[in-house]
């Protein structure tokens, strides 16, 4: 065999070896693009983008955490949290505007809740009743919420401090002296702050965006880019060897 020959053989084999090896590792990275971009073409079907991620090692992973503790109180064996100015009840989020929360007390079956500028009037469910401002006569500035020695609601205020009446429809400023007990904030349960935390960090990372990430490459961060980058230039080796390797069968 000349050496001319035996070079064009050595030159076929190496071809086809890399085509073959190269083929084989991208196998894995084949299946991933094509299942994820199945989904992401069916993403209302599947409401990938209405599903959210629980998982505390994706959450972790995104770096997805509550900027700040939770602050709870206790009322009527139910607890009234804020996270990251999300007001809840127990486990369950409040379909109310951001907000912190600044005491929560019972009043018989009610719980009212104090807001800086407002009182979330809750029933034994958490349903809520009604939201009272300044236009219902609700003093602004709220700092904090008790109870007096004669069961009324009082606040302190930035103003100062003032009572009501018993349907919380008239508030009058005083300054003698009363027995009051405010409300203080409590720990929760670290089953209840676990479960406050699933839920709240959930609502920032949808399936929708960890297929889209993974199919992009970008969960693994920029180092991840340039490995789907690297992917694709494989991809494209395979077709052009591919076609040289059919080139030169056909003759």
């Known amino acids: 065999m000349s050496h001319r020959k035996r070079r064009h053989k050595l030159r076929w084999r190496s071809v086809f070896l890399w085509h073959r090896y190269m083929g084989l590792c991208s196998a894995l990275f084949v299946v991933m693009l094509a299942i994820t ?3 992401l073409n069916h993403t209302e079907a599947l409401k990938l983008d209405s599903r959210h991620v629980e998982s505390a090692t994706l959450l972790d992973w995104y770096g997805i955490k509550p900027a700040s503790a939770p602050h709870s109180y206790a009322v009527n064996n139910h607890w009234l949290s804020e996270l990251d100015r999300q007001l809840y009840f127990d486990d ?21 809740a104090a807001l800086p ?11 809520i ?5 300044q236009v219902h006569g609700i003093p602004n500035g709220i700092q904090q919420i008790g109870i007096n020695n004669e069961g ?24 003698a002296e009363q027995t009051i007990e405010w409300a203080q904030p409590q720990a929760p349960s670290a089953e209840l702050l676990d479960t406050l935390l699933i ?9 929708e965006r960890i297929i889209l990430d993974t199919h992009s490459g970008r969960i693994l961060g920029a180092w991840g880019v340039y490995l789907m980058d690297a992917v694709s230039i494989i991809f494209i080796f395979l077709a052009a060897a591919g076609i040289w390797i059919w080139a030169k069968r056909s003759h």
């Open 92 to 112: 369950s989020p409040l379909a109310t505007e951001p907000s912190v929360i600044l005491g929560a007390i019972a009043l018989e079956e009610i719980l009212i």
């Open 117 to 127: 500028n407002h009182l979330l009037l809750l029933t034994p469910d958490g349903e």
């Open 152 to 175: 009324m609601v009082v606040l302190n205020t930035d103003n100062g401090q003032y009572r009501s009446d018993a349907e919380l429809l008239e508030w009058v400023s005083f300054s």
């Open 199 to 207: 839920t709240h960090r959930g609502n920032g990372l949808t399936l």
């Open 129 to 133: 009743i009604e939201q009272m401002g």
């Open 37 to 39: 971009g199945m989904m």
